[in-house]
């Protein structure tokens, strides 16, 4: 009996996601076309050869001259340095004979590496990123720091110490690789626990429905603005990274500054919830939860909060609100949120159609993408940081780095639906419909240029998930009254967590008025002057200037919306 379409694209699929159990999920076909575009453009441009012939030939003899002025004695410098973000190679002992040689030599060769895969007429932009990409992650791999046979600072330690950092090192791996067997978490996030050390600021759960539930929080001051903040987190995280210790919890210092707070819980997806889409997250998600807030605040509008992929939602939300008329937003904040996706970093290097073919049909096995699949992309960007210098440390030094609250919550990953996802990646990421236009909500296109509440975009100076410049981008996309950027120091997440009196922290801070001429982004950098400390004081004082005074604090939950359980809640709790 001859098969259908369906049974036969059945079984392409299953294949590829065979084949992606041992490609680490990376598509086969997207890795062999970026190399062979790289090698074919290379072998066809003799000039550039040359160029790569005539650079090794100077760094080999850069390398040959600084050997022969350490010969002679005495501190000589450097014929290369490390990038500012490398700290391999800070330990005294890189300085020393044959350690010098060892890692300026690679360093070198990484540099003479970086020339070979870039700047190749020809070569499509996003081929000649990807082979950069891996080619550096090869070269960190080899990085003569991850061994004990080229790394001094191991050697001294293993001396100093009688070999115990190797014994304690290899009870650290083994820790590791048992609790990674078991499912476990990492070491000592058994003392973080959600509603006993993190999460704990009180509320109640006032609504729940099969994606979210919704959170209040109990207000500590007699007065509170008019206006409730609602936050909508990414669910590709737990909603208490905003929620942390009571130190650093951002609830925690919105409610003690006279806000009524409202959090959106996600639901950790499993197998079964694959069919949700990116409506649905829309749907039930943000607009249930503010027809939530509206009954329980009401006559009240909204500030509306959303961080990362929880912003791009809350964005969605805004403009299909604005096409139709809906005008309950009293303004809308985006923490690390993109709306356009063409400078979306070193994640565009996962997201191709080939890739992302290979990605759904992994997906459509599983129903879901699971946790480690998404851990392991977000270590691959930060190799140097989150694997190979971890395992340095942990396995070979045998030093663990003590747990903390945001470690805690990192190792608490989430699930994302295969159509949600592939919906996300397509439409967004690939296709880039939101910004130019033609992303759909019931059936008709909707533009984030219709939003006139005021925005407040924040960026983050070392996000490697959503880079600031592409944040920065609401400005040539909105046309709202007032927009206001606030770049601050940290990345992806520890420039979000920035409480006020942690120490180093600084932002920049400037509004677009209506009118006014676009400023570029590196324009704007230069011109907009830096202020010390946290970030949170600055956007309080722009939420409560776009207020309409102080009431007495509403109820906790309705008759409608009554409430059904103490804050975290039970959807933050599922693994």
């Known amino acids: 009996m001859l098969m259908d379409t369906d049974a036969h694209n059945s079984i392409d699929r299953i294949v590829h996601a065979l084949i992606g159990r041992a490609t680490l999920n990376l598509s086969p076909a997207a890795l062999l076309l970026t190399y062979t575009d790289w090698l074919v453009h290379l072998a066809l441009s003799p000039g550039k050869q040359a160029q790569l012939v005539q650079k090794a030939l100077r760094k080999n003899l850069r390398l040959a001259s600084y050997a022969s002025r350490c ?308 270590q691959l960007l930060r190799s140097n940081d989150l694997i190979w210098s971890r395992m340095v440390r942990e396995y070979q030094l045998g030093n663990r780095q003590p747990m903390f609250d945001l470690m805690a919550w990192n190792a608490d990953a989430t699930r994302m639906p295969y159509r949600m996802h592939s919906e996300y990646l397509r439409r967004l990421f690939l296709n880039n419909d939101l910004a130019e236009g033609r992303y759909r909500v019931d059936g008709k296109a909707i533009a984030v240029s219709d939003i006139r509440a005021p925005i407040f975009a924040v960026g983050t100076e070392r996000d490697h998930v959503a880079p600031w410049r592409s944040t920065y981008k609401i400005h040539l996309l909105a046309d709202a009254d007032e927009v206001t950027f606030l770049l601050t120091s940290g990345g992806h997440n520890a420039g979000i967590v920035s409480e006020p009196g942690h120490p180093r922290r600084r932002y920049r801070l400037a509004s677009r008025e209506e009118g006014a001429a676009y400023i570029d982004p590196d324009s704007w950098y230069e011109r907009t002057p830096v202020q010390e400390g946290s970030w949170w004081p600055a956007w309080q004082n722009w939420l409560t200037e776009r207020s309409s005074g102080q009431s007495a604090a509403p109820a906790m939950g309705t008759e409608d919306y009554p409430p059904l359980a103490d804050a975290p809640g039970e959807y933050v709790l599922q693994s």
């Open 71 to 378: 010969a002679h004695g005495g501190d000589q410098p450097s014929c290369i340095e490390p990038l500012p973000q490398d700290r391999r190679f800070r330990h005294e002992g890189w300085r020393r004979w044959p350690y010098n040689l060892i890692y300026q030599a690679f360093l070198l060769n990484q540099q003479w590496w970086h020339n070979a895969t870039t700047g190749i007429h020809g070569l499509s932009r996003h081929h000649e990123n990807a082979v950069e990409f891996a080619a550096r992650q090869l070269l960190d791999m080899w990085s003569p720091a991850n061994f004990p046979l080229t790394n001094p600072e191991v050697q001294q330690a293993t001396v100093a110490q009688g070999g115990a950092n190797l014994w304690r090192g290899w009870e650290n791996f083994v820790d590791d690789w048992q609790r990674a067997i078991a499912g476990k978490k990492p070491a000592g996030a058994e003392n973080y626990r959600v509603g006993h050390e993190l999460g704990v600021t009180p509320g109640k759960v006032v609504y729940r429905n099969h994606l979210i539930e919704l959170l209040q929080y109990a207000p500590t001051t007699r007065q509170v603005h008019c206006e409730p903040v609602l936050i909508v987190p990414a669910w590709i995280m737990k909603y208490y990274i905003l929620d942390l210790s009571p130190r650093n919890s951002l609830v925690r210092y919105l409610v003690e500054q006279g806000h009524t707070v409202f959090m959106v819980s996600w639901r950790n997806p499993t197998a079964e919830d694959g069919h949700l889409g990116m409506d649905d997250y829309r749907r039930l998600g943000v607009m249930e939860a503010l027809a939530a807030v509206n009954a329980i605040v009401p006559e009240a509008k909204v500030h509306a909060v959303g961080y990362c992929l929880g912003g791009t939602l809350l964005a969605i939300a805004a403009a299909a609100m604005a096409r139709d008329g809906d005008h309950r937003l009293a303004s809308i904040t985006l923490l690390a949120a993109q709306v356009d996706f063409t400078e979306a970093g070193e994640l565009m290097l996962f997201i191709d159609d080939s890739q992302l073919a290979f990605l759904e049909d992994i997906m459509w096995v599983q129903g879901v993408l699971d946790t480690t699949q998404m851990a392991g992309a977000f």
